[in-house]
């Protein structure tokens, strides 16, 4: 099949308005790119080790990103490889893509790792490999929507600190994103640290349209802190003291 440039420069193409029709002539004969080749014929063997092979020898061809991509499935599908073997296809499948969607692309590897049994660590390495290019993103959002997939991820690990840590680059990037304040808020409750959780918790209580879900998770967690704090902290001058047990609104 011949296509694009080569049709243009190979052919000759006449059209005839009278009677509609249209005739393809050909001047010389059509050059078929050596690379394409190569990547049709590792397409064709689905094998794993060819498809690496043509990267190596070609990184910067028009179907190397196509090429990275099958890599990383047939790594993860067809060689149920390790963790390290597959990072070295999502390397390859950040760096043929476009110098400021890097960042989105590992992104979208994480969240494909994350939903597999048994590849979190993987996310979590995907994730890290797109931070590696976050100077370069073209949409700022997705550094802290990366920030906070990873931590989330290292949540699910109980590593709070490796999880405060993503998640605090997060909230400086998208200080009233709820989310992130929430999942803030969880990693200071479980590193104890009262007044921290606290402040975020209020935070997402005095907003508006919160989940009923989360209205109740913070309403909770606020209950129970709210008991560890001393009764002058700031944090409680203006929120009305819960009323006496026993007496109605009137405080008969």
Do not use: C
Not at 31 to 57: N, V
Not at 145 to 172: P, R, T, V
């Amino acid at each position: 099949m011949v296509a694009g440039w080569n049709l243009l420069e190979s052919f000759r193409v006449d059209l005839d308005w009278n009677s509609q029709t249209v005739a393809i002539t050909p001047k010389k004969q059509p050059r078929y790119p050596q690379q394409d080749f190569e990547f049709f014929k590792a397409e064709a063997q689905g094998d794993s080790a060819a498809m690496q092979a043509y990267l190596e020898k070609y990184p910067h061809e028009r179907l190397s990103a196509e090429a990275a991509t099958d890599l990383v499935k047939w790594r993860v599908e067809k060689d149920k490889a390790s963790d390290a073997e597959v990072m070295k296809a999502v390397q390859w499948a950040v760096k043929t893509s476009l110098a400021g969607r890097r960042t989105e692309t590992a992104l979208s590897y994480l969240k494909m790792f994350e939903e597999m049994p048994n590849r979190n660590d993987l996310a979590i390495s995907a994730g890290v490999e797109g931070l590696s290019h976050s100077r370069e993103a073209f949409d700022a959002r997705v550094v802290y929507a990366l920030h906070n997939a990873i931590g989330e991820l290292y949540m699910k690990k109980s590593a709070w600190d490796d999880a405060w840590k993503h998640f605090l680059s997060a909230a400086f990037m998208a200080p009233d994103d709820l989310a992130i304040t929430l999942n803030l808020a969880r990693v200071y409750d479980k590193r104890d640290e009262t007044r921290r959780a606290y402040a975020r918790y209020k935070k997402i209580a005095a907003a508006q349209g919160v989940p009923p879900e989360i209205e109740s998770e913070v309403k909770t967690a606020m209950e129970r802190l709210r008991k560890q704090l001393p009764k002058d902290d700031p944090l409680l001058r203006d929120e009305a003291p819960a009323p006496a047990a026993g007496r109605g609104r009137g405080g008969r």
